[in-house]
C-alpha cells in the first residue's frame, strides 16, 4: 500500500512539473447604448465602447488593461470599482498617472453623472488606454469615466447596470449583467483547467490501480 501510495504521488508531481504555466486571461467589452449609458447631448451620446482584458501573471499577480474607445473627446479621468478591504498597497504599475483609491460620490461636482458612490481605483490619465497590475484577483463590478464639458453639458459615461448587485460568478471572457471584470478585495487563483483535467486522470488512473490490485 505504501509503494502504491508513493507511485500516485510520483505520478502528480510528473504530470504538474511537465505542463507548461498556462496564464488565465478573460476579455470582454461594453458597448453603448445597452451596455453603457453615456451624457446626453455630447459627443459620448452615441457610439462609444470600454473594452478590457485582465491576465494572471506567473508571480500570481493580475494586469489589468481597459480601453475606451469615444469620439472627439479626451479623457479626464477612469474610475472604476474595487472591494472596501483593497488598499493603494495593492496596486502599483499604472499607466502615467498615479492611483488614487477613496468613496467617490455623486454630491462631488467631478463626478457629473454618477449614479451612486462607490469604492474605486481612480486614474487621471488623458488618454483612453489604462492599465495597472494588482495582487486582487478579477470580480465583476461598476466604471465610470468622465471628461470636461461640451456645449455647456458635462460628458461623461458609466456601466447600464451601475449600482445593482455585482454577480458572483466566476471570471470568464464576456460580460455579465452589464458589469466589468473589476479587482476584488481578496488575493486568489483560479485553478487552470488543463492542469485539473491532468489532476484528475492521475487520480483515475490511480484508483484503477487500486482496483486492480485488489482482484
Do not use: C
Not at 38 to 59: E, F, Y
Not at 105 to 130: H, I, M, R, T, V
Not at 134 to 154: E, L
Request: aromatic share 14%.
Amino acid at each position: 500500500m505504501k509503494s502504491l501510495s508513493t507511485l500516485i504521488l510520483a505520478l502528480v508531481v510528473v504530470v504538474l512539473i511537465s505542463q507548461p504555466a498556462m496564464a488565465l486571461s478573460f476579455t470582454g467589452s461594453l458597448s453603448s447604448p445597452s451596455g453603457i449609458t453615456a451624457s446626453p447631448g455630447t459627443p459620448w451620446d452615441g457610439t462609444i465602447s470600454l473594452t478590457w482584458i485582465v491576465t494572471q501573471n506567473i508571480d500570481m499577480s493580475w494586469d489589468y488593461q481597459y480601453r475606451f474607445s469615444y469620439p472627439s473627446k479626451d479623457i479626464s479621468h477612469f474610475i472604476v470599482a474595487i472591494s472596501p478591504n483593497a488598499t493603494a498597497n495593492d496596486f502599483w504599475g499604472a499607466n502615467g498617472s498615479p492611483i488614487t483609491i477613496a468613496t467617490y460620490d455623486p454630491s462631488n461636482p467631478g463626478n457629473p453623472g454618477l449614479p451612486s458612490a462607490f469604492y474605486g481605483l481612480k486614474l487621471d490619465y488623458e488618454g483612453n488606454y489604462f492599465t495597472f497590475t494588482s495582487t486582487k484577483a478579477p470580480v465583476w463590478g461598476d466604471f465610470y469615466i468622465k471628461d470636461g464639458k461640451f456645449d455647456g453639458n458635462d460628458v461623461y459615461a458609466y456601466n447600464s447596470s451601475f449600482g445593482s448587485p455585482d454577480p458572483t460568478d466566476a471570471p470568464r471572457d464576456g460580460t455579465i449583467n452589464n458589469k466589468i471584470l473589476r479587482p476584488d478585495s481578496v488575493t486568489t487563483t483560479i485553478p487552470e483547467p488543463s492542469s485539473m483535467i491532468l489532476f484528475g486522470s492521475v487520480l483515475a488512473f490511480a484508483g484503477g490501480i487500486r482496483r486492480f490490485r485488489r482482484k
